[in-house]
Each structure stands twice: as structure tokens, then as C-alpha cells.
């Protein structure tokens, strides 16, 4: 019996998928993770378009792609960078909130890090 312990995680919601399945519509294709037969539907997790976000690409400049393949440590790099930018126009309290969120996150990071040497 096939317990999926060969078989990738899905980033959508962390079950065991067998595949990806790739469906076109108007002119984009679009990525969903296929996690077998639910009756007599597929049962699939929406990952995102093939070819990114553009809308949003566009707007924050974040890396970001589709849920499959898209780089989480540029995209987290990113969005912090984008924060610390935006806290700058803010006024002296609100840069010092926005600093001690970043040092937070910073020592979050380390613990995530330290987790994986272990």
C-alpha cells in the first residue's frame, strides 16, 4: 500500500499529490496539483498560472509564479524589503513599530534556520 511517503506535498494544503494537471483557459495556463479520484471528480489544488501573477508581479515585484516552483526565501526577502521601503515614509513611531516587526521576523527566520541544521 502507497502511504504517498515517495510522492510530493502539495503547497496548497500539504496532502501527497500524484501529479500536476495543466488546464488552458483564454490563452493562460494554469497549474493545479492532482491528488487522485474524489467519486468521480478529480480531486485538485489550484497552484497558480504557469507563467506567474502579472497583475500582482507587476505591482510589488515579489518573484512570485506559481505555488509549485516559486522561490519562498526571494519572495520573503522581497516582501521585507518592500515593508522596510514603505515604513520609511511613515512617521518616527510608525518606522520604530515597523523596525521592531522586521527584527521579530529576523529572529523567527534564525529559529526556522536553526530548526533545519538540527
Do not use: W
Amino acid at each position: 500500500m502507497n502511504t504517498g511517503q515517495n510522492l510530493p506535498l502539495c503547497p496548497r494544503c500539504g496532502v501527497p499529490y500524484k501529479g500536476l494537471h495543466y488546464k488552458e483557459v483564454n490563452g493562460r495556463t494554469y497549474i493545479y496539483a492532482y491528488h487522485g479520484k474524489q467519486g468521480k471528480k478529480p480531486a485538485l489544488c489550484y497552484l497558480g498560472p504557469a507563467d506567474g501573477y502579472i497583475a500582482v508581479e507587476q505591482l510589488f515585484a515579489l518573484g512570485l509564479t506559481n505555488a509549485e516552483s516559486v522561490d519562498l526565501v526571494q519572495v520573503a526577502y522581497s516582501a521585507a524589503s518592500l515593508f522596510q521601503i514603505r515604513a520609511r515614509r511613515a512617521s518616527p513611531d510608525e518606522r520604530k513599530a515597523a523596525a521592531e516587526k522586521l527584527r521579530q521576523l529576523a529572529e523567527d527566520i534564525l529559529h526556522l534556520a536553526q530548526d533545519l541544521e538540527k
